[in-house]
């Protein structure tokens, strides 16, 4: 390890200290935490069940960055090596289309073996899987409605993938030794202001219920529910409310997952992971980041991504939820948005790690209001990049922007060859 490095990291443990911060503690607690890096951005949410599908149920992919994944091998290729520049082992997050098969198989015939190389895969890799019902891009789903649709032999057949999800599911967590977290969201709503709101959200839980039948021992695999505010399609009315889904859950023991692109503008979901933690075991995060709306941008170092890490470690949140990360930028380098969002998500909690939270706690509940801001305000520009620089190497991955130099050889090597072969086929 460079001398400088490890210079920079005592002294900043020395700094550190003096306010009972243990920092070597900290980047144990660090290496513990797994992020789970979502398939979809390094192909565009194209899947490979139905390689000719279009993008459907409100969601949009803007760019067209040359190299993107077309078979599961390049993916899997791709994946390893942006996992080699992030600090830590993680988890990889797949939806149903990602189904790594030759056969012809629907939605709703999915088994365990058709995601077989996904699960060799990450065992030689030493990672864990979470999976994600695809209810998006298929003919079933083109009229807006999944499982919340007024046909019932549409309907049906949504469930009937809901429930090959979770076996599937099931599989990872008990071959992997670890939960799979399996994240249900449905695109169902209305462009235009409906009569009805009741009937949808009715048949909408129903057919949760139905999928949901089936006990699933938790320690293989962990259910969640996605709100959205809106989608393309979808503007006046989303059956699958936040109320809808936080009443769901809590009723049905299941996890919430709260994306933070999927609220009003100016609504952010640090405020809410107290509050649905008192009631709940289990809570799913969908890192993201919004500009003007749910437009899943890569996560950068903003205000809100450091007060969801500092409410996740100020109430010792971490050991109860899931942080899985969800954005798709075809206007970049496909792996580097994956490295920046993941090692800026991981930056964001060391950050939080560094901070004095008893010594805040004791002084805010002594009502010394002004200690407690000039302490916080201080902490912004303690040196936690040497603190992180020292984590990086130690994890044998590079310090700094050299992550960058080695996605621009890859590019070189590996992603303009695979753009070539494309465009002469």
């Known amino acids: 390890m460079d001398q400088q490095i490890r210079k920079s990291y005592e002294d900043a443990k020395t700094l550190y200290s003096q306010h009972g911060i243990d920092v070597d503690q900290a980047l144990e607690k660090l290496a513990q935490i797994k992020i789970s890096l979502h398939c979809w951005q390094g192909d565009d949410v194209r899947g490979f069940l139905f390689r000719d599908a279009e993008l459907s149920g409100g969601i949009a992919v803007t760019g067209s960055y040359p190299g993107r994944a077309a078979t599961p091998d390049q993916l899997r ?3 390893e090596k942006a996992l080699s520049l992030i600090p830590g082992k993680h988890k990889v997050n797949l939806h149903a289309i990602y189904a790594d098969t030759e056969e012809k198989v629907d939605l709703d015939e999915l088994e365990p073996r058709h995601f077989q190389r996904w699960v060799d895969w990450a065992k030689d890799q030493g990672l864990g899987l979470d999976f994600n019902p695809t209810y998006f891009s298929h003919p079933k789903a083109a009229d807006g409605f999944t499982l919340s649709h007024a046909d019932e032999e549409i309907r049906q057949f949504w469930i009937r993938h809901g429930k090959a999800s979770r076996k599937i599911a099931e599989h990872f967590g008990r071959e992997l030794g670890q ?3 399996t994240n249900s969201w449905v695109p169902d709503g209305y ?3 409906p009569v009805d709101r009741l009937s949808p959200r009715q048949r909408l839980r129903d057919s949760l219920d139905e999928i949901f039948s089936e006990e699933i021992d938790p320690s293989y695999n962990i259910d969640a529910v996605e709100s959205k505010l809106f989608g393309l399609g979808s503007e006046s009315y989303v059956v699958g409310s936040h109320e809808f889904y936080m009443g769901y859950a809590l009723s ?5 997952c709260l994306d933070a692109g999927h609220f009003h503008p100016t609504e952010v979901i640090s405020n809410k992971l107290t509050s649905i933690l008192m009631f709940s075991e289990h809570l799913l995060l969908h890192v993201s980041r919004p500009v003007r709306w749910d437009s899943d941008h890569v996560v950068t ?3 809100e991504l450091l007060e969801i890490a500092r409410e996740l470690v100020r109430g010792d949140l971490l050991p109860r939820t899931s942080i899985g990360l969800d954005f798709f930028d075809g206007s970049i380098n496909h792996i580097a948005a994956w490295v920046i969002g993941t090692r800026n998500t991981i930056k964001a909690l060391l950050r939080a790690m560094l901070e004095p939270v008893d010594e805040l706690k004791r002084i805010e509940l002594a009502g010394d209001f002004t200690s407690r801001l000039a ?7 303690y040196p936690f990049g040497a603190v992180w620089d020292y984590y990086c190497a130690s994890q044998g991955v590079p310090v700094r922007e050299q992550w960058l130099h080695e996605v621009k050889r890859y590019e070189e090597q590996v992603l303009s060859a695979r753009y070539s072969l494309v465009q002469n086929s």
């Open 179 to 181: 939960p799979c977290v």
């Open 77 to 79: 290729d791709d994946l």
């Open 191 to 193: 462009k235009d202001t």
């Open 252 to 256: 049905r023991g299941k996890a919430v």
């Open 375 to 381: 302490l916080t305000e201080e902490f912004k520009s």
């Open 301 to 303: 170092m903003d205000d």
